[in-house]
């Protein structure tokens, strides 16, 4: 080609992600450019950036620190690139792009893995991270599954609650010098934090009643159960070593039993069984906005960044992209099933309902909310089940 090697690199960097990946394999001089692009220019990093929504990319990476980063693209940013190596943004690129895989039924391959919890109990909830996946049960042991694609995965319990596991969630910005914990709660009014390395736990004994959610953000989680009027709902920071210590307190709740609460940066939603919808600025934790009473029990609340979705009782799904006014949609009369459980991991929404049915979307932007049709799901999974009870993915 008699155009300058220079000028052909300058017009690579304009690519999006997956045509850069394509262009790499078009000749050896454009593969050796691409590939001191990835070296020395950070080239994957500028596609995850400008591709990626900055709640997309955070849940993705599972690195918190990329939500605030990203939004401001201040200092940090430059010093986060020189740590993390250009391999990470790559793969990091590879894991959003196989989540477009769902929109093309050739591409899009299901293989269904079926586990067999112990003595085959009744799983309420579920967290999946990596390979691992995280169980709890109706008579509230909770075990894990170190990796389920072995051959013949194998589940060993973690520890045992007196009633039925109602809320997972995982710590992964913990203390530095540990891993992952894991934060259940249950019908019961106890807390349970465990180490997954096994060598720590802990149990918190605040609320009085039963404790129906848990959710987390970096080092921190709140839990909210049915004496949320009297004792609000408490966000715990866990600190070395293994030392979890209430942070704040959000008040001003309007019912007892808030049965769902999603925790994002210092922000905490709420829904509770009147319908009410409530989102509080850790900064100002006794002053929550309240989004409305929408009659019905809050079945499952999810909040990222500036999108706040609740789903009702009465199969009603209330879409926010500004936690101010909202849109809502009928799922019951969009894909006829009624929803049971909902997801949400990167760009790929999940829907469970009833006969076991799985249908997923991908919305990988705010503009794509607004436009979201339920009734036009980029692909329907079929369970041999009666009921979904609970959902996760990996977002990929």
């Not at 349970?192 to 970096?218: E, I, P």
């Not at 199969?315 to 949609?329: A, D, E, P």
Request: with cysteine.
């Amino acid at each position: 080609m008699d155009i300058p090697v220079e000028l052909q690199a300058f017009v690579l960097t304009k690519l999006d992600g997956a045509s850069l990946a394509r262009a790499k394999r078009v000749c050896s001089l454009w593969k050796e450019a691409v590939s001191k692009l990835e070296v020395y220019g950070n080239i994957w990093m500028g596609c995850c950036l400008k591709e990626m929504a900055p709640e997309i990319l955070c849940q993705l990476s599972g690195i918190h620190d990329l939500w605030e980063v990203t939004k401001v693209l201040d200092q940090r940013l430059s010093e986060m690139a020189r740590t993390l190596p250009w391999t990470f943004w790559r793969d990091l690129y590879a894991k959003f792009y196989r989540t477009t895989y769902i929109k093309s039924c050739c591409s899009w391959q299901f293989k269904p893995l079926v586990l067999a919890p112990p003595n085959n109990q009744v799983a309420t909830c579920l967290k999946l991270w990596g390979n691992m996946l995280l169980l709890g049960y109706k008579n509230g042991y909770v075990s894990v599954c170190e990796d389920v694609e072995k051959a013949v995965p194998e589940f060993s319990p973690l520890h045992h609650h007196g009633r039925q596991v109602t809320g997972l969630a995982l710590v992964t910005a913990s203390h530095k010098d540990g891993g992952p914990v894991l934060v259940s709660v249950s019908g019961g009014h106890d807390i349970q934090v465990t180490g997954l390395d096994r060598d720590t736990q802990c149990q918190l004994n605040y609320h009085s009643k039963a404790v129906y959610c848990a959710s987390s953000w970096k080092d921190s989680f709140v839990t909210g159960a049915g004496d949320s009027i009297l004792h609000g709902q408490p966000v715990w920071r866990i600190e070395a070593p293994m030392s979890v210590q209430r942070h704040i307190v959000v008040h001003e709740h309007l019912s007892e039993r808030p049965p769902v609460q999603p925790m994002w940066a210092n922000q905490v939603a709420s829904g509770d069984d009147k319908g009410n919808v409530l989102l509080w600025n850790l900064h100002y934790p006794d002053e929550p906005t309240h989004l409305g009473c929408f009659n019905s029990k809050i079945r499952w609340i999810e909040l990222r960044g500036k999108l706040l979705l609740w789903l009702t009782a009465s199969g009603i799904l209330y879409i926010s992209t500004n936690c101010k006014s909202y849109r809502k949609l009928d799922v019951f009369g969009s894909i006829h099933r009624k929803p049971e459980t909902m997801a949400l991991r990167g760009p790929v929404f999940a829907v469970g309902t009833i006969a076991g049915f799985v249908h997923l979307y991908h919305v990988s932007s705010l503009r794509d909310w607004e436009e979201l049709e339920l009734g036009q799901a980029d692909s329907v999974i079929k369970f041999d089940a009666e009921h979904v009870n609970a959902l996760d993915h990996r977002g990929e």
